[in-house]
């Protein structure tokens, strides 16, 4: 015959479900590599995602034994903000700069006529 024991019985909490909050700087999700055709994927969690600020674009580089995933810098990025310093600090423009400047943007033109 069995006899209850006379300790008092802990409350039970459940268990927080995952994806809910942040990771923290020292927390690490494991995750499984998936096939896509010839090469592997991995899936994020949104709140992953939303922590590192990545979007659609990401640049992925080896360090060590490591995999790096960055947002994809773009090449004028703050351009226009450095010329706003420069016109700000009294360096004057050029007409040729204005013109420049002035001129409307093509986001094809990078695709399409530039020869990198």
Same mark, same amino acid.
């Given at each position: 015959m069995k006899t209850k024991s006379s300790r008092p019985k802990r409350p039970v909490t459940p268990a927080p479900k995952r994806g809910l909050r942040p990771a923290g700087p020292r927390q690490a999700i494991k995750s499984k590599l998936v096939r896509i055709g010839n090469s592997r $994927?991995?899936?994020?969690?949104?709140a992953l995602l939303e922590q590192a600020e990545l979007s659609d674009e990401v640049t992925l580089r080896v360090r060590g034994r490591s995999i790096i995933i960055e947002p994809a810098k773009h090449p004028?990025? $703050?351009?226009?903000?450095a010329m706003k310093a420069a016109v700000a600090e009294g360096n004057d423009l050029t007409a040729e700069d204005r013109e420049w400047l002035d001129a409307p943007l093509d986001p094809e033109f990078d695709e399409k006529e530039w020869t990198w």
């Open positions: $994927g991995i899936r994020l969690p949104k004028r990025a $703050g351009w226009e903000e």
